[in-house]
Antibody
Framework: EVQLVESGGGLVQPGRSLRLSCTTSGFMFGDSGMSWFRQAPGKGLEWVGFIRPKAYGGAAEYAASVGGRFTISRDDSKSIAHLQMNSLKTEDTAVYYC?????????????????WGQGTLVTVST | DIQMTQSPSTLSASVGDRVTITCRASQSIDNFLAWYQQKPGKAPNLLIYKASNLESGVPSRFSGSASGTEFTLTINSLQPDDSATYYCQQYYYYWTFGQGTKVEVK
């Protein structure tokens, strides 16, 4: 059974940092890309970033709203993906979800998402 | 960026009704569109991918269709368990979602 579990959320002051983790099981993590999404309270879904499998370079890409502040990494030996969030702003307050893609091409192109974690709440406030 | 315009934002229907939700892409996305259902406090759940392919385990009353840049999610014979917010998502170029449609079952 595929499982994804996010952790690391909490209350943080503006300008500070937080690292989220996505612990996975039930599939070949090393062969898979991973993505992060978020949902502000009462709002819709927003893509945050995506990391490719190492077989395809392992590079990460980000939404414009978080680029330069957020970094996704992966530890294939532990089947965990991380989202490092720096210089946090109040508008980063959201539930953050990690998700496993199903990709049409290679390991990172034309991907939809068939499994999601339960989410972890990040609150950025004084 | 590809914009996704979803309508209506809310709808209310009775058990057994057929409901349709529409999503329009700002440019061609070659039918690389998914639909998700999200219940309060829960993660999104994949319903449809590639515009019309039903995800395994999803009830057959859900269906998707496409016509150019316009996409439709249809729920036949609406059930109480279908009360949720539904999102379209394009995955042709990065990922963007529609604004969501909240479905209330009367």
């Amino acid at each position: 059974e595929v499982q994804l579990v996010e952790s690391g959320g909490g209350l943080v002051q503006p300008g500070r940092s937080l690292r989220l983790s996505c612990t996975t099981s039930g599939f070949m993590f090393g062969d898979s890309g991973m993505s992060w999404f978020r949902q502000a309270p009462g709002k819709g879904l927003e893509w945050v970033g995506f990391i490719r499998p190492k077989a395809y370079g392992g590079a990460a890409e980000y939404a414009a709203s978080v680029g330069g502040r957020f970094t996704i990494s992966r530890d294939d030996s532990k089947s965990i993906a991380h989202l490092q969030m720096n210089s946090l702003k109040t508008e980063d307050t959201a539930v953050y979800y990690c998700s496993r893609p199903v990709c049409v091409y290679d390991g990172y192109r034309l991907c939809y998402f068939d499994h999601w974690g339960q989410g972890t709440l990040v609150t950025v406030s004084t | 960026d590809i914009q996704m315009t979803q309508s209506p934002s809310t709808l209310s229907a009775s058990v057994g009704d057929r409901v349709t939700i529409t999503c329009r892409a700002s440019q061609s996305i070659d039918n690389f569109l998914a639909w998700y259902q999200q219940k309060p406090g829960k993660a999104p759940n994949l319903l449809i991918y590639k515009a019309s392919n039903l995800e395994s385990g999803v009830p057959s009353r859900f269906s998707g269709s496409a016509s150019g840049t316009e996409f439709t999610l249809t729920i036949n014979s609406l059930q109480p368990d279908d009360s949720a917010t539904y999102y379209c998502q394009q995955y042709y170029y990065y990922w963007t979602f529609g604004q969501g449609t909240k479905v209330e079952v009367k």
